[in-house]
Every structure is written in structure tokens, then in C-alpha cells.
């Protein structure tokens, strides 16, 4: 119960504390009124925004790696869970996620940042990161339907912070070398964040999310020859992003079978339809 307590206060602090940084940096947004087209970093407008912005990403990684307690408690309840392989990652992973969340946020209000936006972004981060960071903290208890409903709460905030980041990644329209290659290293990134506390080895895991990655830079760099909105082409990789978390998941819990492969296959033609339909209308 106090280790329950401890996580979720963590939880809880680390999203106040980097919310309000971001928020200072909307502020900021706001104030230099940036636009889509540029390349973050590369290009002098908005130089110094980026540059924050990757820096309070970092920042917002390095303290949850810090604070985090999972390997600790990953390794009490190793035996309890009939772990087999490793019950602890190689590399620390613990900065993955709120990394990633914080990347999302100050993505978009690089696009958006009036007051509405603004407040509706800042809300949307501290809930994100404060229960992802939470649902992390469960994929490691011995209660099996309890860490099952953790997965499932963690694996729908990493698809959300994959679509916000992918659609303000592609709504730039910067060339393919930028765009595809920060697709496939988000999509690496929250691809292993996927299979934390699965009972396979790191290097396993690790490979299988880098060819999830692959599989999105080179869907990035097809898509730049599409002329769409940042939302639609966010939604057309998280789609992708979408199939390869779902086959992943099955060949590292149990192995990919053929209805897994018609399952996953089926709901992204279906749901790529969709979004055809939608931009021919």
C-alpha cells in the first residue's frame, strides 16, 4: 500500500513540475508565434524554442529515470510473476515515456499555442504523464489481472502520445532525412516502451521495436509525397504504428499466429480505409 502510495505521488509531483515547464514554454510559443515548415533546430527560426523544448524533454527523461524505483520492485516481484528471463532491462528505460509525453506537448504548441490550446495541451500533459508514469509502476505487481489492466491503460497513453508526435512530426512536411529518421526513433523508443515488464529478453525487445521503427520512417517517407494534413498522416502511421505494436505483443507474449496476423492486418486496412474515404469525400 505505501509503495502504492510513493508511486502515485511521484507520479503525481513529476507531472506538476515538468506541466509547469512546459507551460512556461507555451508562453514562450506563443509570444514568437512559430508556424509548421521549419526544421527544428536545423533552421534559425524558433532555434532557441527547439532547443528548449528537446532540453525539457531530456530534462523531464532524466529526472523520472532517476526517481524511478521500478527495477527495485521489477526485481522483489520477479519470482512471484514466474519470471523466466530477465526481470530487469539491460538499459534503463524508466525516461522513455515521460520523455516522449513531454516531445508530444511541446510539439503541438509549437502549433498551437492560444489560450484554449494552451490550457487544453497543459491539462492533457499532467494527466498522461501522471498516469503513465503510474500504470509503468504496475506492469511489475504479482497480480496478474492487475498488471493485464495496466498494460492495457499503459499501451492506449503510449498510442496517444505516438499520434500526437507523429502527426506534429509529419504536419512540418520537413524533408524525409528529419522527418523519417525522428519517426523511427520515436517509434523505436515507444515500441520498447510497449513490451516493458514482458517476460523476454531486452535484446529481443529491442529489435523487435527497431524493425516497428524502420517500418515507420520508411511509411514517413512515402507519406511526404501525400499531400495531407498533419492529422490525417498522423493518423495514417499511427495505423502502422498500430499493426506493428500489435504483432509485437503477440510474438512476445505467446508468438504471432495466423488469426493474430489477419487480426491486426484486418483492423488497419479497414481503419486505412477509412482515412482514404475521409480525405475523397
Known amino acids: 500500500m505505501s509503495n502504492s502510495l510513493a508511486t502515485y505521488t ?42 528548449a523544448g528537446l532540453g525539457l524533454a531530456l530534462l523531464a527523461g532524466v529526472v523520472a529515470q532517476v526517481l524511478d524505483r ?66 509503468r509502476h504496475y506492469l511489475f505487481v504479482p497480480d496478474e489481472a492487475l498488471r493485464q489492466r495496466a498494460r492495457g491503460v499503459y499501451t492506449i497513453l503510449i498510442h496517444v502520445v505516438a499520434f500526437v508526435s507523429l502527426a506534429m512530426v509529419y504536419l512540418n512536411k520537413v524533408r524525409s532525412l528529419f522527418s523519417a529518421t525522428t519517426v523511427l526513433l520515436l517509434g523505436l523508443a515507444l515500441l520498447l516502451q510497449l513490451t516493458e515488464g514482458e517476460d523476454v ?13 524502420i517500418l515507420l520512417g520508411e511509411v514517413t517517407w512515402v507519406l511526404n509525397y501525400w499531400r495531407a494534413t498533419g492529422w490525417t498522416g498522423g ?26 496476423v489477419a487480426e491486426y492486418a484486418g483492423i488497419s486496412a479497414l481503419a486505412f480505409g477509412i482515412v482514404i474515404y475521409s480525405m475523397l469525400r
Open 70 to 135: 521500478e527495477a527495485s520492485f521489477a526485481l522483489a516481484t520477479a519470482e512471484a510473476r514466474e519470471i523466466r528471463y530477465e526481470p530487469v532491462s539491460e538499459l534503463p528505460t524508466g525516461w522513455i515515456f515521460p520523455a516522449a509525453a513531454t516531445f508530444a506537448a511541446v510539439t503541438l504548441l509549437a502549433i498551437y499555442h492560444r489560450p484554449s490550446a494552451l490550457t487544453g495541451i497543459l491539462a492533457g500533459l499532467f494527466l498522461v504523464l501522471s498516469a503513465g508514469i503510474a500504470a
Open 201 to 213: 529478453l531486452f535484446g529481443r525487445r529491442l529489435v523487435y521495436a527497431l524493425a516497428g521503427g
Open 10 to 51: 511521484r507520479a503525481v509531483l513529476q507531472g506538476l513540475v515538468v506541466t509547469g515547464l512546459v507551460a512556461v514554454l507555451g508562453l514562450w510559443a506563443r509570444r514568437l508565434n512559430l508556424q509548421p515548415g521549419s526544421i527544428p533546430i536545423y533552421d534559425a527560426a524558433g532555434r532557441a524554442y527547439w532547443l
Open 235 to 260: 493518423a495514417t502511421l499511427l495505423i502502422f504504428f498500430y499493426l506493428a505494436a500489435g504483432l509485437i505483443a503477440a510474438q512476445v507474449r505467446r508468438g504471432i499466429e495466423a488469426r493474430d
